[in-house]
């Protein structure tokens, strides 16, 4: 591990300039422990890159099913940026806090008759429409609202993104959008142009995620200016904005080798504003939905180290008391991280052991081949870059309760959501 992480004299893991040891004290464990500025900082990043590669002709929406609670959306908000929804709850967070609507993006490849109305109803910035039927429900819904939507279509571009296939959204064989190659996108876009209450304000596309090169980025954008050209030429129509997803890859491990967001930026709206003059189309307004790059390096997970069970000649595995309850990625994709000690985070590493969780599943690990200092009972374990798809993907499976989250800044500690008590697990219950 290469980490830059910060230790203090007692060789305790120290998160936001707070002694990580004293924060499972004071809040227990499992505990997840968010670093505001690092949250900040990946904010700022992404909309300072659009201001210096893009005249700030374009919005950052983080997108929030990475991590979604109200203090996200009160910070997404504070830092100018807007945000991606993908379900009524997300929208129904970013409402109770007052987010501002006209910043929202709403997704989904199967939104409810509920969910889009109270998009509509709550003038949602622009609904990014998924399927055909899906267009013609949101026309018939404004226009007894005596409204016209913003809509953006959702396209496939067929950028195949080299990762995970769970996580390659932009090819044919995908349940999200409409397919370039065999011009079902063309045709929804007529379709959009001429369906009443429904405004065509843009295309969107999102190819991936933890993606590590430039190139699909940038193809992407292209294979989109393409089609916005065609667009023109086919109908006349000008679309106005691109939406270009998210998609941009963090570091879980020292095998990952993320590029600066500023150069994803540069790189792409130097292949738009290229496009743009070739095709003779306008430089559109494009958005950005960052997720995981925002919250994930932000994020560690802290539990207490149970039971240490050595079966010699195979393997040592190490429990904690929490697992995929609280962290599913490994369940899911054998997602890899970085973990140490936080209250011995000086010490060397030099066991190799399996870290398990406490749910009654076998395949209930946090990683395998995990370098630690011999652990035993009462230590804290650390896992890094935990900030994405983990609170947001917990579950309390067992009935563990899904813990709590604090946020860590300058010394001081918050905390921005409650852990679910024993009486939360039964409040619905009848
Ligand atoms: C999941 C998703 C994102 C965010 O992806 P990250 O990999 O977390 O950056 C953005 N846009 C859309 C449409 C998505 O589905």
Redesign the pocket.
Known sequence: MDRNVKINDEGHLMLGGVDAVKLTEKYGTPLYVMDEDAVRGAMRAYRDSIDRFYDGNGMICY?S??FSCKEMYRIAEDEGLGA?V?SGGELYTALSVGFPMERICF?GNNKSDAEIKMALYNRVGRIVVDNMEELERISRFADELDYTANVQLRVKPGIDAHTHQFIM?GQIDSKFGFALETGEAMEAVKKAIETPSVRLLGVDC?IG??IHEVTPFVKAAEVMMDFIADIKSETGYEIEELDL????GIRYTEDDDPVPYAEYMEAVSAAIHKKAADLDVGVPFILM?????IVGEAGTTLYTVGAVKEIPGIRTYVSVDGGMGDNPRYILYQSKYDFLLANRAADEADTVVTVAGKCCESGDLLGENVSLPAAKAGDIMAVLSTG?YNYSMASCYNRNPIPPVVMVQDGEDRLIVKGQSYEDLIRNDL
């Open positions: 997108a099913k990475a991606d993908v997704h959204t999102h995620s933890q997803g998210g998609g941009y939905e960052p997720g995981r790059s994405a």
